[in-house]
């Protein structure tokens, strides 16, 4: 597979490029956004290791024209910052994964495994109810901005309903859908985490309808 790296510090490359190559890509190097540009016209990789702060520009701005011209090769975020709030600006400009530096090469080569297994996606899914978004293909659940740490059985409920677009699900499809089974205890335990994901995102965010079972957001 064909990885390009786009990163200024020349050591940087240079170790990218080496740990890379060991996992049998092919990998193309860029020092510049503008050098960057040329290397995608010319010879568009299946993944790009994008380092955000360039000498002529934003990383991020790479990403966001990239996005604008329907063009969802994937691309794995390097920055210094490892804030929450740089986090959602680059997942905001259109990057799939975020690795801030320093970093162990072993995770990265991982993270590019994981993209180039995933391959492109034709764009990224969030749905917002009041001021939660829900990122569907990073999953990741924002309030107000700030990310809320929600559980892997929350967040399996929190994807269930957003495919629904506010339609009402019934307590046994999602019981099924989640647990396997619709049983007392399933029950109890959906309502347990339902009642877990309002707390933390706000009581908006999952509507009961009585009689029928649950809804993502106001009717």
Known sequence: MHVLVVDDQPEVRDLLEQALERERHRVSVAESLSSAREQLEMDPPDVIVLDVELPDGSGLDLCRRLRKRDDWTPILLLTAHGEVRHRVEGLDAGADDFLPKPFAIAELRARVRALLRRGPIARRDVVRVGDVDLDLGA?????????????????????????????????????????????????????????????????????????????????
């Open 139 to 219: 999953c990741l659940a924002l309030r107000g901005g700030e990310e809320a740490p929600v559980t892997a059985k929350e967040w399996s409920i929190l994807q269930f309903l957003a495919a629904r677009r506010g339609r009402v699900a019934s307590r046994g499809a999602i019981l099924e859908a989640i647990w396997g089974e619709v049983s007392d205890r399933t029950n109890a335990s959906l309502e347990v985490l339902v009642a877990r994901i309002r707390r933390k995102l706000g009581t908006e965010i999952i509507r009961t309808v009585r009689g029928e079972g649950y809804a993502l957001g106001a009717a």
